[in-house]
Structures are given as C-alpha cells and as structure tokens.
C-alpha cells in the first residue's frame, strides 16, 4: 500500500498569512494527488485534484504542485473561512490511501 | 444538480451488521462508480472500496474483505454498503462518494454524501 504523510499534522496562522502544507507519499505516484477540504461536521469537499488542476468554482489562493513522492498545497492568502482539516489523497493505485490530515485554525 | 442522499445514523451491538443507503439524483447512476470512505471520531479518511454501479462489480480494500459487502439497485439509484461482524473499531461516519469521471473506477471525488454515523456498542 501507498502510504500518504501530511505535515504539520497542525497550524495556526493568521488572516492574510501563505500556509503550505506538505504530503510526501511512500513511493512514486507521478501527479496522481488530489486535496480535499472538510469542515466540523461536513464531507471532505475536492479542492484539488492530478497535484495542481483547481475544481471549478474553487477560489484561487488554493494551489497545488509537486510530482512523484513530494507534494505541497498552499493558501496564498488564509482566510476565516479556510478553517478546516485537508487532507491529500493518492489515485495512482489501489487501495487509495489519505494523508493523516492537516488541522488549519486562525491564529 | 448532484445529490448523493444517505440513510441515517444506526446504533448496532457487536457481531451485528449494518447496512448504509445512498441514493444519488441529478446524473446517469450507472455512468460514475461509487466508492465508500469511512471516518472514524476525529480521525482520518479510510478508503473502504467502489462499486461499479453499471455491472455490480465491487473491489475492497484488503481490510475489509470477507466482512463487506457492496450492491446496487439501479431502479432507483441507490448503492448499499453493508458491513458484518461489527467491532467497537467500527464505529465511525460512513460516506458515499462518486468518482468525478465518466466510468473511471478511480480518480478524484467530486460529490459526496452527508454521511451516516454508525455507532458499535453493547
């Protein structure tokens, strides 16, 4: 199985801050990442998806990049509303594996 | 638009089983597979397995095998996830979720359901 590594496993920054998030997977898995944002008490909802391709209506602070087993994703510029846990996710084989999540709060 | 509906929250004992519904609206059911991912209380994303809505065909994740059970009924739209032999380490929001392509049985998830909490204890 792909194991998926997400750090910090938490933040805290302030309104206006760059936050990036890492996701380092156990072996290659190309662009085969997709990121995912979920709110206390909702489902994950996709933000990302192939490392770096934003979902439509997907506001453009969020980004992604890397490729084989090192990934980021980035606010550009965090805002109150961007409190949540992501999570990134491997599609290149199965089973499909999460990252352990990384918890956004507002400094 | 896209709905995937899902039953609601069960309390089973253990050695039970349980039984998850969702009902998707708003697109062709057989065309998109659907997966199942479980949470269990402030933990992460588990990845459960998918259903090809279309042909009924199923593939879990090795944790899971011999325990699940994945089906579908296409006159009305709905997909099943039933889990046996319940443990307490069962207990957890159970989603659907579909694939975001066109008979893709895997790439990124587009919609999910609202969950259901299903909660193993004697």
């Known amino acids: 199985d792909i194991q998926m590594t997400q750090s910090p496993s938490s933040l805290s920054a302030s309104v206006g801050d760059r936050v990036t998030i890492t996701c380092q997977a156990s072996?290659?898995?190309?662009?085969?990442l997709n990121w995912y944002q979920q709110k206390p008490g909702n489902a994950p909802k996709l933000l990302i998806y192939?490392?770096?391709i934003l979902e439509t209506r997907v506001p453009s602070r969020f980004s992604g990049g890397g490729s084989g087993t090192e990934f980021t994703f980035t606010i550009s510029s965090l805002q109150p509303e961007d409190i949540a846990t992501y999570y990134c996710?491997?599609?290149?084989?199965?089973?499909?594996?999460f990252g352990g999540g990384t918890k956004v709060e507002i400094k | 638009q896209v709905q995937l509906v899902q039953s609601g929250a069960e309390v089973k004992k253990p050695g039970a089983s349980v039984k998850v519904s969702c009902q998707a609206s708003?697109?062709?059911?057989?065309?998109?597979?659907l997966h199942w991912v479980r949470q269990a209380p402030g933990q992460g994303l588990e990845w459960m397995g998918w259903?090809?809505?279309?042909?009924?065909?199923?593939n879990f994740a090795q944790k899971f095998q011999g325990r699940v059970t994945m089906t579908r009924n296409t006159s009305i739209s709905t997909a099943y996830m039933e889990l046996n032999s319940l443990r307490s380490d069962d207990t957890a929001v159970y989603y659907c979720?579909?694939?975001?392509?066109?008979?893709?049985?895997?790439?990124?998830?587009?919609?999910w359901g609202q969950g259901a909490l299903v909660t193993v204890s004697s």
């Open positions: 072996q290659d898995i190309s662009n085969s």
């Open positions: 979720t579909r694939v975001g392509t066109y008979s893709s049985a895997w790439y990124y998830f587009d919609y």
């Open positions: 996710q491997q599609h290149h084989d199965l089973p499909l594996t």
């Open positions: 192939d490392t770096s």
């Open positions: 708003g697109y062709t059911f057989t065309g998109y597979y």
């Open positions: 259903i090809n809505p279309k042909s009924g065909g199923t």
